[in-house]
């Protein structure tokens, strides 16, 4: 493959997917890559950027959170408002962190882990009496959707509204999504002023969850304020459905491909933990996060100026033949598993990875339990986010029909 003529600016390149053979390419010619200036810069800020592409050095520059910094957001596309865990260095970010992570406390979260276990139940059990449904946005999109929302005590009657106009923000980019873009910021306000409707409403009359306990925890620097609280508010909403609904419905569409396995899991629910690691290997819902270099380094042997810009992309790593054996064999069996799906480490190793591990597991053990057989009755589709988010792509339609147990 000639490198002149990548542009991963490009929204049809990954209109099928993540182009793995691109990032093969890089992998083996040029694991640190400066992308050249293309028509797509636009969505980047205008500015260069490198691609590291080995797992190595994706892992090296993860954990090196002193020398690579995580203050200008995750993004290409915006710059990050020091607010959030995933624009956040040093002591802020370890404080934040710490006060956010004490909300899920051990009771918390083994009645989070019911509650995913009785929206599983439901959202299959509703399914199957459909017969034939739209996987991703039936199936997979809803479990995530109803357990952030329990984390954030959001109302019932008010969560279709809520993860439809977080839908349409994310999606609104691509050109195949019938909201236009330019409705995006509308969207956002709207978001936004209802988190901050939510913050208030938890610290008026506090409910059994998350949020309630967020909103006054404190440490010798006092409680989170609203601007922390309304970023959290947004950082769970957009990252915390996405990501794991991406996880599932790509799950599935391979184990669809892959009917001895898909048996295997269901004749032996014992393998379900082994399979969730390889479904997340696989799918590697966030494509990359930005960095900057605090001062001159380098990567690989490959100098990198101070305040340049370096993305780390986790689906490459989880591909790297140097650190998976046969890396593009999907095997629920696999061993050796130490994916970087979650951030491959360091400071920044996502906080909602035990919750998300465990959604992906409960609700395949309660599929393939209800189900007799499953069947693809349809092409799927992918929807573009573009570049300058680090979700970039999705699974957008796995149309399937559903045979009861």
Same mark, same amino acid.
């Given at each position: 493959?000639?490198?002149?003529?990548?542009?991963?600016?490009?929204?049809?390149?990954?209109?099928?997917?993540?182009?793995?053979?691109?990032?093969?390419?890089?992998?083996?010619?040029?694991?640190?890559?400066?992308?050249? @200036?293309?028509?797509?810069?636009? @969505?980047?800020?205008?500015?260069?950027?490198?691609?590291?592409?080995?797992?190595?050095?994706?892992?090296?520059?993860?954990?090196?959170? $002193?020398?690579?910094?995580?203050?200008?957001?995750?993004?290409?596309?915006?710059?990050?408002?020091?607010?959030?865990?995933?624009?956040?260095?040093?002591?802020?970010?370890? &404080?934040?962190?710490?006060?956010?992570?004490?909300?899920?406390?051990?009771?918390?979260?083994?009645?989070?882990?019911?509650?995913? &276990?009785?929206?599983?139940?439901?959202?299959?059990?509703?399914?199957?009496?459909?017969?034939?449904?739209?996987?991703?946005?039936?199936?997979?999109?809803?479990?995530?959707?109803?357990?952030?929302?329990?984390?954030?005590? =959001?109302? =019932?009657?008010?969560?279709?509204?809520?993860?439809?106009?977080?839908?349409?923000?994310?999606?609104?980019?691509?050109?195949?999504?019938?909201?236009?873009?330019?409705?995006?910021?509308?969207?956002?306000? @709207?978001?936004?002023?209802?988190?901050?409707?939510?913050?208030?409403?938890?610290?008026?009359?506090?409910?059994?969850?998350?949020?309630?306990?967020?909103?006054?925890?404190?440490?010798?620097?006092?409680?989170?304020?609203?601007?922390?609280?309304?970023?959290?508010?947004?950082?769970?909403?957009?990252?915390?459905?996405?990501?794991?609904?991406?996880?599932?419905?790509?799950?599935?569409?391979?184990?669809?491909?892959?009917?001895?396995?898909?048996?295997?899991?269901?004749?032996?629910?014992?393998?379900?933990?082994?399979?969730?690691?390889? =479904?997340?290997?696989?799918?590697?819902?966030?494509?990359?996060?930005?960095?900057?270099?605090?001062?001159?380094?380098? =990567?690989?042997?490959?100098?990198?100026?101070?305040?340049?810009?370096?993305?780390?992309?986790?689906?490459?790593?989880?591909?790297?033949?140097?650190?998976?054996?046969?890396?593009? &064999?999907?095997?629920?069996?696999?061993?050796?598993?130490?994916?970087?799906?979650?951030?491959?480490? $360091?400071?920044?190793?996502?906080?909602?990875?035990?919750?998300?591990?465990?959604?992906?597991?409960?609700?395949?053990?309660?599929?393939?339990?209800?189900?007799?057989?499953?069947?693809?009755?349809?092409?799927?589709?992918?929807?573009?986010?573009?570049? $300058?988010?680090?979700?970039?792509?999705?699974?957008?339609?796995?149309?399937?029909?559903?045979?009861?147990?």
């Amino acid at each position: 493959m000639n490198l002149e003529e990548i542009d991963l600016t490009q929204q049809e390149l990954y209109r099928q997917g993540f182009p793995h053979d691109v990032f093969t390419a890089l992998r083996e010619q040029a694991p640190v890559w400066r992308h050249p @200036q293309t028509s797509g810069f636009e @969505q980047t800020g205008g500015e260069g950027f490198w691609v590291v592409s080995r797992y190595e050095d994706i892992r090296d520059v993860n954990r090196n959170a $002193g020398l690579f910094l995580s203050s200008g957001g995750p993004g290409l596309g915006y710059e990050g408002s020091g607010l959030m865990l995933t624009d956040m260095d040093g002591q802020p970010h370890l &404080r934040q962190r710490k006060l956010i992570s004490s909300g899920f406390t051990p009771r918390m979260t083994r009645r989070l882990e019911d509650q995913a &276990r009785e929206w599983a139940v439901k959202i299959v059990e509703r399914a199957l009496e459909r017969e034939t449904v739209e996987f991703v946005q039936d199936v997979a999109y809803q479990l995530p959707m109803h357990m952030i929302a329990d984390v954030l005590g =959001i109302p =019932i009657e008010d969560r279709d509204w809520l993860f439809a106009a977080v839908n349409d923000m994310l999606l609104c980019i691509d050109p195949e999504h019938p909201v236009p873009e330019s409705e995006r910021e509308g969207l956002a306000a @709207q978001i936004f002023g209802y988190g901050q409707k939510i913050s208030s409403q938890k610290r008026e009359t506090p409910t059994d969850d998350v949020l309630s306990v967020l909103v006054s925890v404190r440490d010798d620097l006092g409680t989170l304020n609203e601007l922390e609280l309304d970023a959290f508010f947004m950082l769970l909403t957009v990252a915390g459905s996405e990501t794991t609904r991406n996880a599932i419905s790509s799950g599935l569409h391979q184990l669809l491909a892959e009917p001895e396995q898909l048996e295997a899991l269901r004749r032996d629910p014992s393998l379900m933990k082994g399979a969730g690691e390889e =479904i997340i290997r696989w799918s590697s819902p966030v494509a990359y996060f930005k960095r900057l270099a605090a001062q001159g380094t380098e =990567i690989a042997g490959v100098p990198i100026a101070k305040g340049e810009r370096v993305t780390l992309w986790y689906p490459s790593g989880n591909r790297d033949a140097a650190f998976f054996e046969d890396p593009f &064999r999907f095997d629920i069996h696999r061993k050796q598993n130490e994916h970087m799906a979650f951030g491959g480490g $360091g400071p920044h190793f996502c906080l909602g990875a035990h919750l998300a591990r465990r959604e992906i597991t409960i609700l395949f053990e309660e599929l393939l339990k209800r189900t007799s057989g499953i069947e693809q009755v349809g092409e799927v589709a992918y929807s573009v986010l573009g570049i $300058g988010n680090p979700i970039l792509m999705s699974l957008g339609k796995l149309p399937v029909r559903l045979k009861a147990a």
